[in-house]
């Protein structure tokens, strides 16, 4: 039964409905309610199971946990159970002075440490080379997904577990991954939840608070690799057509010829391209960060790798739409006066106004797109996928993929765009044909002749 049908059933709301954990202690299930007394302090209850802390059992003490957490929440509604009180106020002093150093410090809820994590790795915060096990700064677009994730799903979920940073198991993350996993999020999604976990975990055993960090003992299954969708030439030939003077076409063009990501297609520039000389350079980027609501772009000449960085020569067709999206942006500039947003001058994705073009805009338009073009649905950066399949049907050798895609190792191309070599394939199959059906042909002719 559903949880929230269950809830209506005994007249409780989610907010009323107390949270809870199950945890293995001298190999048994015990439940841990997050109980708290009167002035809010955590004051846990700690109820045996009697089930062997087996995989087998672990569903049964699930199931047992939560209708402990019902049949207490509705006894503590109904008065049959009533909130811890607080000690006396000489030995409430003491128990305060020893929780703020051993239980607030030493060993907080595990909910908390995540947001005290995440200020730690904010990119402003990190000295590199002297914090624990961080080699690189992250970038900030990647430190407000962490924050988005946090404050969504994690934060709230282990508040409700209420269970502190030394009481999180191996049987505890196991059943949250698993929780995740049924409630339908992606394989992929839970991997982040993961790795997020275990660096948080990883910064507790940095401050001392625990000696091993449970989330090591958990493997994960290796994640099915996305199978891309992607355009034919004649396809992408009708697509980029259909596309000619829309906002959006410089981005396609450079998706589509040159298989650049979304990032370095928003972040290209004038200053970029060398028509002199007939070349342009992939050497900035533009990403989006949400925090706390609010928009943030963020441009930047790092790259995702130092291959990333990388010079191709200038295709006539993309040459003439770049120069025509750069007189057009010119005139723009000057009919709009000082309405013109300054802010992201000579950027060519951009909108009438002169505002930068939204990362979400260019996914939710390209969908728009291939639909009225009649064309099948492909991602932004299927399009990438598109110009190497491009490639590998027309025999270019794969070293030279690895260049025009911006890999740094040719691993990465092999293991992404392995399956579109197609033409050592043919190959293959013909020495094999050759080999075997000449064989069997000869066998068939002294079978006959005999």
Not at 363 to 374: I, M, V
Request: glycine share 6%.
């Amino acid at each position: 039964m559903e949880l929230a049908k269950m809830l209506k059933m005994v007249r409780l709301t989610e907010d009323e409905l107390i949270g809870g954990f199950i945890t293995a202690k001298k190999n048994v299930y015990y439940i841990v309610l997050n109980r708290k007394d009167e002035d809010g302090k955590r004051r846990p209850l700690w109820i045996s199971t009697e089930l062997e802390a087996t995989e087998e059992n672990k569903e049964e003490a699930e199931s047992k946990c939560l209708s402990e957490r019902i049949r207490y929440s509705v006894d503590l509604k109904n008065g049959v159970v009533e909130i811890p009180a607080v000690k006396s106020p000489k030995a409430a002093v003491t128990k305060a002075k020893a929780d703020t150093s051993v239980d607030q410090r030493r060993n907080p809820l595990f909910a908390d440490l995540l947001n005290e994590w995440l200020a730690f790795r904010h990119p402003n915060n990190i000295v590199i080379g002297e914090d624990f096990n961080f080699d690189r700064q992250i970038k900030l677009n990647t430190w407000a997904g962490y924050a988005d994730n946090i404050k969504r799903n994690l934060y709230p979920t282990f508040m409700a577990y209420g269970c502190t940073v030394q009481e999180v198991t191996v049987d505890l993350l196991k059943g949250f991954y698993s929780n995740r996993l049924k409630n339908g999020l992606k394989k992929s999604s839970v991997a982040k939840d993961y790795t997020l976990i275990n660096q948080a975990l990883n910064y507790a055993i940095s401050r001392k608070m625990i000696d091993v960090n449970p989330n090591s003992a958990i493997t994960l299954h290796k994640i099915e690799k996305y199978n891309a969708a992607t355009l034919n030439a004649e396809q992408m030939q009708h697509y980029l057509e259909f596309i000619q003077g829309d906002i959006l076409e410089i981005a396609m063009l450079l998706g589509g010829f040159y298989g650049m990501r979304r990032s370095e297609c928003l972040g290209t520039r004038e200053s970029q391209f060398d028509f002199q000389h007939g070349f342009f350079r992939a050497n900035h980027t533009v990403t989006k960060a949400v925090i706390d609501g609010k928009k943030i772009y963020l441009p930047s000449d790092k790259l995702k790798t130092d291959l990333s960085n990388r010079t191709y020569p200038l295709i006539p067709y993309v040459e003439e739409r770049v120069k025509a999206k750069i007189a057009e942006n010119k005139d723009l500039r000057k009919l709009c006066g000082n309405s013109y947003n300054r802010e992201w001058l000579g950027y060519l994705c951009v909108h009438p106004l002169g505002e930068i073009i939204d990362p979400d805009y260019i996914t939710n338009r390209h969908k728009a797109l291939l639909k009225k073009a009649g064309l099948p649905h492909v991602r932004f950066h299927d399009l990438r996928h598109s110009c190497v399949g491009l490639m590998m049907a027309n025999e270019v050798p794969i070293e030279r993929v690895r260049d025009w895609v911006g890999h740094s190792d040719i691993r990465t191309t092999v293991n992404t765009y392995g399956h579109l070599e197609y033409h050592s394939k043919k190959q293959t199959a013909e020495i094999i044909g050759n080999s075997l059906t000449g064989k069997l042909v000869a066998r068939e002719a002294v079978s006959l002749g005999g």
